[in-house]
């Protein structure tokens, strides 16, 4: 949620839109949208008279709601709602189209980033900006490049057309001084198999840097060539200063699925750290031509593990250990940038990251960067298929008998990076599974969704994992300070704000998704005591 002039604005798990008094929980308004899918947020504008609160949801609609009432406004589009298949090439009507994050909020823009498909055609990845006031387009930027469009050049022959991905589905960062928007995009479609789409493939797997205003390209950098992983950029990239030199250097730090943080400069997108161009295995696969090489930080050093090998077969029993042994035998294995295949390859780290689109919290006064990640493998077999030439069987998890993930733990981690030094402050253990705790196992950490906030008195706040727990860790050592039992799991970013007098933290619980644990639909507050 976001806390603006004592009010909380959240979406729910059934994507209502309410508004509840931040000190007590009280609910002032709500709107129901009837929208199918997931979201994660809404976003505020003001001009001093006029408020609004803003979400686009995957019903491939744009909402305008007055900020003290509830009601749609009248100004904004038809009724309050704009319809963002209309204008949009090609045909939206059969595909699907919308939005799971908050949208972005500079001056009088609002700006969107888009769920696509990712398999075969289907809508853009394009990034578009709308007048708060109107609900009118003002910009947009084409994440494939069309005809006499910078970048077209990395789609040869007509391999651009129709062509989905390349999207901003993870949402955005705006830099209000410098005029600046950030995003991260995913994977271009389809996401394992790339023969129709040779090269480079721009502005997928991109962090790139817009003019707010204009939507104009000012800088990209591409963090994966040619996916053929599903290795989206999920988050868009935190806005931190950086010590170079002896001077202040304002950076973006963009944390991957691949368990990599790239820190770039703010304005040109030069990479602070040295990044090398290190050989990357070729696809087996008929038709395809993986990227010979793939840009890789040399700090800070991967947050998440970057091969799987024997010697990373999970250690939790002896019968666990054997087992996952034996599949191993039967499937393409090795580092990161192991091409899925006929055959099975594993894929490490897995289609959950590394980071995931929560990304990552920053300390100014530390310089620590914090991020939650995960390390469980899964397989990717492809098979042919008519229309897309190969695609993939399934998402196939790679577990031991037990149903825990194939690798040895830990499986879910939380890091603290020091980004002048690139290096880790700590990592720590994040989660874990009670029956393994009894059995005399140290904690494993589980798989995690939902992110990190930092406070100013050195608290890490954390849900996400499949314990179904909220946790505050010490910034400084990674020392768990506290942790509480969720109704459901927090897979979700915390805030903190105050209001009455005391200090909150609120989280919300929708549990479900990736993780399989019982759904719920609630937030949950903790206060400081009075």
């Known amino acids: ?11 729910t798990a059934r994507c209502d839109v309410v508004a509840l008094e931040a000190a007590t929980g009280r609910e002032i308004w709500r709107y129901r949208t009837g929208a199918p899918g997931v979201n994660r947020g809404v976003a505020y504008w003001t001009d001093g008279t006029s408020r ?8 491939g609609n744009l909402y305008s709601l007055d900020a003290l009432t509830g009601r749609p406004d009248p100004e904004f589009g038809e009724g309050g709602i704009v319809d963002l ?21 500079f001056e009088d823009l609002v700006i969107l980033g888009f769920v696509s498909t990712e398999a075969g055609p289907g809508a853009p990845g394009t990034l578009r900006a709308f007048d708060v006031r109107s609900g009118r387009e003002r910009w947009r930027f084409n994440t494939v490049p069309q005809p006499g469009e910078w970048g077209h050049d990395t789609w040869p022959g007509e391999s651009w057309k129709d062509r989905a991905g390349a999207n901003a589905w993870g949402g955005f960062t705006v830099d209000e001084k410098n005029g600046l928007v950030f995003c991260g995009t995913g994977s271009a479609a389809s996401d394992f198999y790339g023969a129709d789409r040779p090269g480079p493939n721009l502005f997928a797997n991109c962090t790139l840097a817009l003019d707010a205003r204009t939507g104009r390209r000012l800088w990209h950098f591409q963090t994966v060539r040619h996916d053929l992983w599903d290795r989206d950029n999920p988050c868009p990239p935190v806005l931190v200063t950086v010590k170079r030199n002896g001077r202040a250097v304002e950076a973006v730090a963009q944390v991957t699925k691949t368990g990599y ?3 770039l400069d703010r304005t040109t997108g030069a990479p602070l750290f040295p990044v ?3 050989p990357a295995p070729p696809s087996d696969v008929p038709g395809e031509r993986a990227s010979p090489a793939q840009p890789i930080p040399v700090r800070p050093p991967p947050f998440a593990r970057q091969q799987f090998t024997e010697a990373e077969a999970t250690d939790i029993t002896p019968e666990s250990r054997a087992a996952v042994l034996a599949q191993l035998k039967g499937l393409r294995h090795g580092g990161a940038w192991e091409p899925p295949s006929l055959r099975g390859s594993v894929i490490t780290p897995g289609f959950h990251g590394g980071a995931t689109w929560s990304g990552a919290s920053w300390d100014p006064e530390s310089g620590l960067l914090f991020v939650n990640s995960n390390n469980t493998p899964w397989v990717a077999t492809l098979v042919p298929d008519s229309t897309l030439g190969y695609n993939i069987t399934g998402y196939h998890y790679f577990k031991d008998p037990l149903g825990y993930p194939a690798i040895r733990p830990p499986w879910g981690l939380l890091t603290a990076i020091d980004l002048n030094r690139g290096e880790f402050a700590w990592q720590s253990v994040l989660g874990e599974f009670p029956e393994l705790r009894a059995r005399g196992i140290p904690p494993t950490g ?8 930092v406070t100013a008195g050195g608290l890490v706040f954390i849900g996400g994992t499949k314990d179904e727990r909220f946790r505050a860790f ?5 020392r768990v300070l506290w942790e509480h039992p969720l109704p459901a799991g927090g897979y979700a970013t915390p805030c903190t704000y105050s209001a009455g007098g005391r200090q909150f933290v609120v989280i919300a ?22």
């Open 1 to 11: 949620p976001i806390m603006v002039d004592g009010i909380l604005y959240l979406t």
């Open 52 to 59: 609004r609160v803003l979400v686009s949801l995957q019903d």
């Open 85 to 105: 298949r209309r204008g949009m090439t090609p045909d939206l009507s059969r595909h699907s189209y919308g939005s799971s994050s908050a949208p972005a909020v």
């Open 261 to 263: 943080c790239y820190v």
């Open 276 to 278: 090398e161009d290190r």
């Open 446 to 453: 589980t798989e995690n969704f939902g992110g990190t906030i």
């Open 474 to 478: 010490d910034s400084r050592t990674g």
């Open 509 to 530: 619980c929708g549990g479900g998704g990736k993780l399989g644990t019982p759904s719920g639909d609630s937030y949950i507050a903790f206060a400081l005591p009075r």
